[in-house]
């Protein structure tokens, strides 16, 4: 199911319009008519969200090229029962480490990468676990279009100093979790990698 408010849908959808006829060298006449468009798109999304439309303005014009999905990677690892989550100093609630994924490696990679710098573990990725539509899950409202990845981690080494965005690491059983970043991660998808574990025959979960 979408999740999505309408507005952010029309928004987006406007967004992505305009950003990816602006990226085809249009003539002046249509150029100018997609950045009407993405104007538009901008008011809306600020009206609807109480934000400053300069910053909706320059978050839409900063994004070029075809519009596409973001991707957010995400690492599911699990020790005795229990599953690794990180405090985000950002919001203070937990949330699976990840990030989004950077240009020049592979989805694996970007987890393998986010886990060591959120977490401190090394790991190698084993599976991947299930590729969701952001907006299909209880996620509140993002501004971007996005696909999260989560792969399952096993962990390789010691652990060493994590990143100065999060500032506790742990593990936590299904019955006793924290209060979770739900922008990131949700209780529903840790229930649903609790039964990965216990089914490792289970294939790749997707929208």
């Given at each position: 199911?979408?999740?999505?408010?309408?507005?952010?849908?029309?928004?987006?959808?406007?967004?992505?319009?305009a950003?990816?006829?602006?990226?085809?060298?249009?003539?002046?006449?249509?150029?100018?008519?997609?950045?009407?468009?993405?104007?538009?798109?901008?008011?809306?999304?600020?009206?609807?969200?109480?934000?400053?439309?300069?910053?909706?303005?320059?978050?839409?014009?900063?994004?070029?090229?075809?519009?596409?999905?973001?991707?957010?990677?995400?690492?599911?690892?699990?020790?005795?029962?229990?599953?690794?989550?990180?405090?985000?100093?950002?919001?203070?609630?937990?949330?699976?480490?990840?990030?989004?994924?950077?240009?020049?490696?592979?989805?694996?990679?970007?987890?393998?990468?986010?886990?060591?710098?959120?977490?401190?573990?090394?790991?190698?990725i084993?599976?991947?676990?299930?590729?969701?539509?952001?907006?299909?899950?209880a996620?509140?409202?993002?501004?971007?279009?996005?696909?999260?990845?989560?792969?399952?981690?096993?962990?390789?080494?010691?652990?060493?100093?994590?990143?100065?965005?999060?500032?506790?690491?742990?593990?936590?059983?299904?019955?006793?979790?924290?209060?979770?970043?739900?922008?990131?991660?949700?209780?529903?998808?840790?229930?649903?990698?609790?039964?990965?574990?216990?089914?490792?025959?289970?294939?790749?979960?997707?929208?």
């Open positions: 199911m979408d999740n999505r408010p309408k507005w952010l849908d029309w928004a987006q959808q406007l967004q992505a319009i950003q990816s006829g602006l990226a085809y060298d249009p003539h002046t006449y249509d150029a100018e008519r997609y950045e009407q468009v993405r104007q538009i798109a901008a008011e809306i999304a600020a009206y609807q969200s109480q934000t400053d439309l300069a910053l909706v303005q320059t978050l839409f014009a900063g994004d070029v090229g075809h519009a596409t999905p973001k991707v957010d990677v995400r690492g599911v690892i699990f020790r005795e029962g229990r599953i690794l989550l990180v405090r985000e100093l950002s919001d203070g609630k937990w949330t699976l480490p990840g990030g989004w994924a950077d240009i020049g490696e592979s989805a694996a990679e970007a987890a393998r990468r986010e886990v060591l710098e959120e977490s401190g573990f090394p790991v190698q084993t599976k991947l676990l299930a590729v969701y539509d952001r907006s299909r899950h996620h509140p409202p993002h501004p971007w279009y996005i696909y999260k990845f989560f792969f399952r981690c096993e962990i390789t080494g010691s652990p060493q100093s994590h990143d100065n965005e999060v500032d506790a690491v742990d593990f936590f059983a299904l019955d006793n979790l924290p209060e979770l970043s739900i922008g990131r991660t949700t209780p529903a998808q840790l229930a649903r990698f609790f039964d990965h574990a216990c089914h490792p025959d289970w294939p790749t979960d997707f929208d």
